[in-house]
């Protein structure tokens, strides 16, 4: 029973990373994608897309572990 709690847990904690930081920058990606800001298939455009954002989503997942 103890393996199905902490699934149970482990899917919530998910969602919420889900719903507080990776759909954020997902639907943000998709826009700049959409608006032909970003070029997805560019190594220069994804290179400058990480060297901006990695930094960004996880200060957002320190923020999430942190509350």
């Known amino acids: 029973m103890l393996v199905?709690?902490?699934?149970?847990?482990?899917?919530?904690?998910?969602?919420?990373?889900n719903r507080f930081s990776s759909a954020l920058y997902k639907d943000l990606f998709e826009l700049l994608e959409s608006n032909g800001t970003l070029d997805s298939l560019d190594e220069l455009h994804l290179l400058?897309?990480?060297?901006v954002y990695i930094p960004r989503?996880?200060?957002?997942?320190?923020e999430f572990t942190t509350q």
Do not use: C, H, P, T
């Open 4 to 17: 199905g709690i902490f699934m149970i847990s482990a899917s919530k904690d998910w969602a919420e990373i």
């Open 48 to 51: 400058a897309l990480q060297y």
């Open 57 to 62: 989503i996880n200060a957002s997942l320190r």
